[in-house]
């Protein structure tokens, strides 16, 4: 299994992991807090409490190293994933000229270039989207990171509790950590809750009653709780709608001033490909899997278990250009599901049903013929 180092040394880049250091030097505190001033001083001196102390101390430190390991595999290990090279789609033909050192030769080269899908996001004229900084296609839910300088795969956010992008290989381990962190800061503040007022009627004759360092845990545990809580609901519905951080923000802002999606569409009964664009009354979750658990199968797997154990492995897909000398100088005709493999994503039975209307209404802004096409469009 190849690791994949997603930091990514530069001027400046060690500020993105100066909230991360907070947040580890806060547990760090907290932890010590809890095990020695309220389970060791407090659970098991003053009340006798010595198996109910010595379980949530395990528990707490327990979940401290969980939590721990799962950040070291979303920034360290695993990362968001890459887009693998995607050459341009075989629109235009692509045969060329190239003059050798003998004027009277002339050497036929062809270049890479990948079948056309069925669909596919592109601009009003039909051309899918380009990624300048890493020459390559972008393609759907595809969004280049300038923190990690590469095309990072269904881009989720960048989280900066954490210090790296979110996207389609580290976005379970996202989700894991903020259900563990979650159920962390929950067995740290209960129990200070629950055995405060005991504290306080046994301290009534010393002054503080409660040690200063319970009540700033308590307060950090309550706030880290309700952060982490929130975060997880909110990633737990966008994965019940099939849908990112990003794209909500981004379909909130279209709906709010006018902007659209537009995808081109190769119609097989008219053999010709259609622009077709969707205005912000039109917009919906273009992904959506009919159901809520295909949905967040579709971001946490298809084994169900994985989704509790904290172990992600990168996606290890080799993408056939790589292979070569020159990302584009080859006879090769690829399929875009051959070169991107399990980062391929697929549009909705109901998002291609409404295209087929528009294009039945003459709902569309232009028509073009892809030479890719001739030999049919791969599904």
Sequence with gaps: MALSWNIRIGRKSWFRFVLPIIVLSLLCYGTWAYCHKLCYEQVDKQLHHKSVAVGLICAVCFLDVVVVFIWFQIVVWVGPGTQPHVAPFLILPIASKEKTSDISQNTSVEYDAVVPPRCYQSDPHGYPIWCSQCQSLKMERTHHSSELGHCIPRFDHYCMWIGTVIGRDNYRLFVQFAAYFSALLLIIWVPICVYIRTITQLNHSH???????????????????????????????????????????????????????????????????????????????????????????????????????????????????????SPFQS?????????????????????????????????????????????????
């Design 207 to 325: 002054t503080p009653r409660l040690n200063a360092n319970l009540i700033t845990t308590l307060v950090f545990a309550i706030l880290g709780w309700l952060l982490t809580t929130s975060l997880l609901g909110s990633s737990i519905f966008y994965m019940s709608r099939n849908k990112t951080s990003l794209e909500a923000i981004i379909d909130g802002k279209r709906k709010k001033f006018g902007t659209r999606k537009i995808f081109c569409y190769y119609s097989e009964a008219n053999r010709l490909r259609f622009v077709v664009e969707f205005d912000r009354s039109e917009f919906h979750s273009f992904w959506d899997k009919k159901t809520i658990f295909a949905n967040i199968k579709d971001f946490m797997g298809s084994n169900i278990l994985m989704w509790i154990i904290p172990l992600g492995k990168p996606f290890t897909f080799p993408c056939e250009s790589d292979d070569k000398g």
């Design 331 to 379: 006879d090769q005709r690829t399929t875009l599901a051959e070169i991107l493999g399990p980062y391929e994503e697929t549009l909705s039975d109901y998002t291609i049903q409404a295209i087929e209307d528009k294009i039945s209404r003459g709902e569309y802004l232009a028509t073009l013929r892809a030479s890719g096409d001739d030999s049919g469009p791969v599904y």
